[in-house]
């Protein structure tokens, strides 16, 4: 069965420093991968999503991930936080049928 | 707006109520999903709709029943709840192995 680890439950950065999100996930043929923000009270919005093809792929908002196959990875990054990213973050992997989900990071911005 | 709406936004129910939480996308997809979101717990699927039909159920209690009446509706039927059901439940749509479109919840509150 497939499964997503995201080992940071908070994680501080301060505005305008560079951030990096983990997520390793767990699938036997090659994954359909995907981020999530969602902000207080609301869904969740896709920032970006791999198929295939180029391993660093662009989202909205600013942010891009990288995919390796080697280490079971997708973290996603963005070289300068903004206040207004402050948000839970999901990674989350999508097998034969049903996406599965990491736990989450909260990412904190702090002035 | 993403695409999918849910209606309402807010719902407090006492425990021998029945109400319904809707959802509804006009984004062509084929299948729909509804998630529970607890605090400190990760997304649970609770029900997967493709074409109409439930092809998962994730051992979710009775008392929510789910239906789909066509492709682009999809109710949760909810009775005599309890407080731990308390949650924001999200439903979200997608189509083939896409990523998935949520709406922005129904918060829960079961007194």
């Known amino acids: 069965a497939q499964s997503v680890t995201q080992p940071d439950i908070h994680i501080t950065v301060s505005e305008g420093a560079s951030l990096e999100l983990r997520c390793n996930y767990s699938?036997?043929?090659?994954?359909?991968l995907f981020w999530y923000v969602q902000s207080p009270g609301q869904g969740l919005q896709l920032l970006l999503k791999?198929?295939?093809?180029?391993?660093l792929v662009q989202g909205i908002k600013g942010f891009e991930a990288e995919f390796k196959r080697s280490q079971s990875s997708f973290n996603l990054r963005k070289p300068s936080v903004h206040w207004s990213d402050a948000a839970e973050y999901f990674c989350?992997?999508?097998?034969?049928?049903?996406?599965?989900f990491g736990k989450g990071t909260m990412l904190l911005v702090s002035p | 707006e993403t695409g999918v709406t849910q209606t309402p936004r807010h719902l407090v129910m006492g425990m021998t109520n029945k109400k319904s939480l809707k959802c509804e996308q006009h984004l062509g997809h084929n299948a729909m999903y509804w998630y529970k979101q607890s605090a400190k717990k990760p997304l649970e699927l609770m029900f997967v709709y493709n074409f109409k039909e439930q092809t998962e159920n994730n051992s979710v209690p009775s008392r929510f029943s789910p239906e789909c009446p066509n492709s682009s509706h999809l109710f949760l039927h909810l009775h005599t709840l309890q407080p731990e059901d308390s949650a924001l439940y999200l439903c979200?749509?997608?189509?083939?192995?896409?990523?998935?479109?949520f709406g922005s919840g129904t918060r829960l509150t079961v007194v």
């Open positions: 699938y036997g043929a090659t994954p359909y």
């Open positions: 791999y198929f295939s093809g180029d391993t």
């Open positions: 989350a992997v999508r097998g034969y049928s049903t996406l599965t």
């Open positions: 979200a749509s997608s189509q083939a192995q896409g990523g998935y479109t």
